[in-house]
């Protein structure tokens, strides 16, 4: 270390991989005002805080698995909040949402957009209401961000039709409820045909649509949905469809 830095706390760190899981893979940069805010928040230069991101960047397995290695000197305590947060996301999720509630001296409720008049006033069943609401805000942002506010069927880039859509269901699969190799980004009418079945993605990441909807010859069907069969979705830059989570939507999902 420098004569003059100072060390990096767990906590200053669990803030830097709170806004990692946030932000597209392109914009770890320092110019992003989302690295500004946050360096002055926690008093460090915006020059730190994307030096951090891009350590978090070097030791994620999707960016690995295409080709992108990123920095080779992060720190034991950046790897140690890495396999913390990546191995225990349902806990830490929300533990760094109220880190950051609390850095930026607001309620969670208020970071997170949930409406008073949508809790209960007080008990566990309130807590529990809003760790379930910040869990999906947070899996929304990290999904989001991962297809750079793309949808991976059309190619719509606007945030407010866009959905996180489960691959396995969140009442199914407790354990991926908040992974995002668990989710896609899609927009919400091919969203609730992917819910009921009338399209899937394959291992392979192409669309298939149901044979439901291949049957009707209608110019809206056509147009919704017939034209997507079998071409190949939009990736994510990091974060690929477990290919597993695809297996078992079209196995056990979709409506051949």
Known sequence: ????QKLWTREELILVINLYWKLPFGKLHQRNPEVIELASLINRTVGSV???LVNFASMDPSLHARGIKGATNAS???KSIWSEFYNNLEILAFESEKLLAETKNVTIERLNNIPEMELFKEGKTREQMIKVRVNQAFFRQSILASYNNTCCITGIQQPEVLVAGHIKPWSIDEKNRLNPQNGIAINA???KAFENGLL???PDYKIKISSILLKKKTQLVQDYFLKYNDQEIILPSRFLPNTEFLKYHNEVRFKP
Do not use: P, R, V, Y
């Open 76 to 78: 034991n305590l950046d």
């Open 200 to 202: 899937t993605i394959t």
């Open 189 to 191: 009418l091919h969203d």
């Open 50 to 52: 994307a030096f951090k």
């Open 1 to 4: 270390m420098k004569e003059g």
